[in-house]
């Protein structure tokens, strides 16, 4: 089982200055940052990394929204990683969120969600090697 998952601090984080206060919360869940840049990405990246949801309604706003300011990647590492995560930020919807999780804390909005986690090991992988080089993160120099 990776012991590491993908989380990315969306548009509304940074543009509501809670990018440390979300990060502490990670840390005091007990998850490790192993790598973590800030980047701003293109309507092209963007649409490659949600390429799943291409089909779904809310497809072109979730483009809009993720590429309006910049968006802080980072690899977590902790036991359970994948699942932890999911755990820590809750729910999709923030009405449905469990109290205590990020989400329930800081987000607006199913679309204005504070935060990214990948759902599963497989997309963990790759979503990771969507983001960092093997040489950006931390033990693999
Ligand atoms: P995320 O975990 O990044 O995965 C896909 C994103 O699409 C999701 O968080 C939300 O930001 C957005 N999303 C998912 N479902 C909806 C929805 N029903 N309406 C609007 N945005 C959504």
Redesign the pocket.
């Known amino acids: 089982m990776t012991k590491q998952t993908l989380a990315?601090l969306?548009p509304d984080c940074v543009q509501k200055q809670l990018i440390g206060k979300v990060i502490d919360h990670l840390l005091n869940a007990g998850f490790r940052i192993v790598a973590m840049k800030m980047t701003h990405l293109s309507r092209e990246s963007a649409g490659e990394f949600?390429a799943v949801?291409k089909e779904?309604?809310?497809y072109p706003?979730?483009l809009d929204?993720?590429t309006e300011s910049e968006v802080v990647p980072m690899i977590l590492e902790k036991e359970n990683a994948v699942a932890d995560l999911r755990e820590t930020i809750g729910a999709?919807?923030p009405a449905e969120a469990e109290e205590g999780t990020v989400r329930k804390l800081y987000a607006e909005?199913?679309?204005?969600?504070i935060?990214?986690?990948s759902?599963s090991e497989e997309n963990a992988k790759i979503e990771i090697a969507f983001f960092f080089s093997q040489k950006e993160i931390i033990d693999n120099q």
């Open positions: 990315i969306k949600y949801h779904r309604p809310f706003d979730l929204f993720i999709t919807d909005n199913k679309q204005n969600n935060i990214h986690a759902d």
